[in-house]
């Protein structure tokens, strides 16, 4: 009898594995292998934004400099603004706090991000007297779908949960 007792419990154990398992890969499958139908507009890594949306050859020879030059002066900003962040950081675990300089290194964070607004703003503006009116409400939609950050349920968050 306890033979069977045990056979039973380690057969269950394995059904009760392998369903664990299929379920993590199916979630790492769905959020680390599948692309996304709409990038981040902001993100160079993967394809921009504006290559969804079926540009014509002339839309593409307007919208390609605009958009090189835009991620470029992005990158700039986001590396200054890191710069100025690793500078808080410094002056804020010293052990005596000059609250002055870090009021003014925080200013000038805020002022970075300002402009990195500035420049996300007048990119969009520009994209869109590009566009057609289908492309503008594509565009539009896929902008907000992809502010939205659509991840449901990840298996392993890397940010420590839901947005």
Same mark, same amino acid.
């Given at each position: 009898?306890?033979?069977?007792? =045990? %056979?039973?419990?380690?057969?269950?154990? #394995?059904?009760?594995?392998? $369903? *664990?398992?299929?379920?993590?890969?199916?979630?790492?499958?769905?959020?680390?292998?599948?692309?996304?139908?709409?990038?981040?507009?902001?993100?160079?890594?993967?394809?921009?934004?504006?290559?969804?949306?079926?540009?014509?050859?002339?839309?593409?020879?307007?919208?390609?400099?605009?958009?090189? =030059? %835009?991620?470029?002066?992005?990158?700039? #900003?986001?590396?200054?603004? $890191? *710069?100025?962040?690793?500078?808080?950081?410094?002056?804020?675990?010293?052990?005596?706090?000059?609250?002055?300089?870090?009021?003014?290194?925080?200013?000038?964070?805020?002022?970075?991000?300002?402009?990195?607004?500035?420049?996300?703003?007048?990119?969009?503006?520009?994209?869109?007297?590009?566009?057609?009116?289908?492309?503008?409400?594509?565009?539009?939609?896929?902008?907000?779908?992809?502010?939205?950050?659509?991840?449901?349920?990840?298996?392993?968050?890397?940010?420590?949960?839901?947005?």
């Amino acid at each position: 009898m306890k033979t069977k007792t =045990l %056979f039973f419990v380690l057969i269950l154990s #394995l059904f009760f594995n392998i $369903a *664990v398992l299929s379920t993590v890969g199916y979630h790492y499958y769905r959020n680390f292998c599948l692309t996304s139908a709409t990038p981040c507009p902001l993100n160079q890594e993967s394809h921009y934004l504006y290559q969804s949306l079926g540009l014509s050859n002339e839309q593409l020879a307007k919208m390609e400099p605009l958009s090189k =030059l %835009f991620h470029a002066r992005l990158a700039a #900003l986001k590396s200054k603004a $890191a *710069v100025k962040r690793d500078i808080l950081i410094r002056l804020l675990e010293k052990e005596e706090l000059d609250r002055r300089l870090i009021e003014k290194t925080r200013k000038e964070i805020a002022a970075i991000q300002d402009e990195i607004q500035r420049e996300v703003v007048v990119h969009i503006t520009q994209t869109r007297e590009i566009l057609n009116p289908e492309q503008k409400k594509r565009f539009f939609e896929m902008l907000q779908n992809s502010m939205a950050d659509t991840k449901l349920n990840p298996a392993f968050p890397i940010d420590g949960g839901h947005k």
